[in-house]
């Protein structure tokens, strides 16, 4: 007979059994207390991740309306073209191909009107061209400019090859399975090209003017911001230190890091038809080389970020030496960039863009003459100055000419193409 003695301490019960053994007793009650705190924290953290993916779908779809419109213009192409599949009269035209016609739209259909019609239009090349030609395609991929504009169609080329080579074991009329192949493209590419242009149209032409006049703001507000927080003063009155800060961390890094956009919606522009002032002669190459001009502008920004992040600042008698023109050139330049905004929004020369441009050059010999100075003659005679309490400050205001050199360049090219259109 096994003898058992209980021994309660708070709230836990334990038994302790002659052979050395000890247990400890759950109540009933607390363990279901438990299985519900566990199962209402789950509950609760899944509902918290549910309301925090609903508030980011809800704030994309507010802040950018055009991706939310190019997701309604897919699922009104893929009914449209799924007509060609459920409607008997249709299908009896194009048989159990029209598939094919289904997979043409969920592939080909781009967010922008060029990046679809290049889409459209390689694929019908490619697949047109392979039920005639057996070439090697695959080497072709290798060429440069063909990888940069052409690269799906060869891919496709080669799919359609593979395709009917395969199928030609299978088929008896093979020429009649390349025919319903194409019509299915065709039937495809058209509904998602005239879906694309008709219905709210996103031309790549008008993101890449848009991402290139945006990236000359953000450099603008960065420049000001920057200089504001070395020399301690706020050059604009109505922004907030917080938004001082922002465009900091966030205006010059986003132009860094537009290189591969700019170029893909370039590239995808070309296919594009006239929808702007210059017709079918619209200045790509100038769009990529302002874009170009502005990263270097945003390189010379970031490292006046990283001079202030180091704490080597100099000494205030050098920063109240240098502070006045060095403040006024930032200025000027940030006032070149904002102007150079209304041109690209108006397209037409601004008649102030002159006049800021030559302000800005007279600021730059100022700094100047200051660097000059410094290097002749002692800032004050009880002062005794090393060389590197006076690397900051000359690094900073060499980069402030550098940018000042590049703002320049980016004037004569955004209004060479704002003449031209």
């Known amino acids: 007979m096994v003898k058992a003695s209980e021994i309660c301490r708070g709230f836990e019960c334990r038994i302790n059994f002659p052979d050395g053994i000890s247990k400890v007793l759950v109540p009933e009650r607390m363990s279901q207390s438990r299985v519900c705190r566990g199962s209402h924290g789950f509950v609760k953290k899944l509902l918290s991740k549910f309301w925090g993916l609903n508030k980011e779908t809800w704030n994309l779809a507010m802040n950018e309306p055009k991706k ?22 249709l299908y009896e035209g194009i048989g159990g191909n029209a598939m094919w016609a289904v997979l043409t739209v969920i592939v080909v259909f781009e967010y922008t009107v060029g990046a679809t019609l290049s ?55 093979l020429l009649e399975l390349a025919l319903h192949r194409l019509s299915t493209i065709a039937i495809g590419s058209s509904i998602c090209i005239l879906t694309s242009m008709l219905f709210c149209p996103v031309w790549a032409g008008n993101e890449l003017h848009n991402l290139i006049r945006n ?25 907030t230190q917080s938004e001082t800060s922002n465009n900091i961390l966030l205006g010059y890094k986003c132009v860094l890091d537009s290189r591969d956009t ?19 002669g619209h200045p790509w190459k100038e769009y990529l080389k302002v874009g170009a001009s502005l990263r270097s502008c945003a390189y010379c920004i970031k490292a006046l970020n990283c001079t202030i992040d180091s704490g080597a600042q100099g000494p205030d008698i050098l920063k109240n030496h240098f502070s006045k023109c060095c403040i006024k050139l930032s200025s000027n330049s940030s ?87």
């Open 262 to 280: 700019e170029e893909s919606l370039a590239n995808f522009a070309r296919w594009e038809p006239a929808h702007r002032g210059f017709n079918f």
């Open 119 to 173: 889409k459209c239009l390689n694929k019908a090349a490619g697949t047109f061209l392979a039920g005639v030609l057996a070439a090697a395609a695959t080497f072709s991929r290798f060429i440069p400019s063909i990888k940069a504009q052409f690269d799906y169609g060869v891919l496709v080329f080669i799919l359609t090859i593979c395709f009917i080579t395969v199928s030609g074991y299978r088929v008896e009329n």
């Open 68 to 89: 939310l419109i190019h997701g309604f213009k897919v699922g009104m192409a893929l009914s449209l073209v799924s007509l060609f599949y459920y409607m008997k009269p």
């Open 215 to 239: 990236n000359m703001e953000k450099l603008a507000d960065s420049l000001d911001g920057c200089i504001a927080q070395y020399f301690g003063c706020d050059i604009n009155s109505n922004n």
């Open 335 to 421: 006032a070149v960039l904002k102007e150079l905004v209304v041109v690209m929004d108006t397209m037409t020369k601004s008649p102030k863009i002159d006049f800021k441009v030559s302000e800005m050059c007279s600021a730059v010999q100022e700094v100047q003459n200051a660097l000059k100075a410094l290097s002749k003659q002692p800032i004050a005679n009880p002062t005794i100055i090393s060389l590197t309490e006076v690397v900051p400050l000359v690094t900073l205001s060499s980069l402030l000419i550098e940018i000042a050199g590049i703002t320049g360049k980016i004037a004569k090219d955004v209004n060479g193409f704002a003449n031209k259109a």
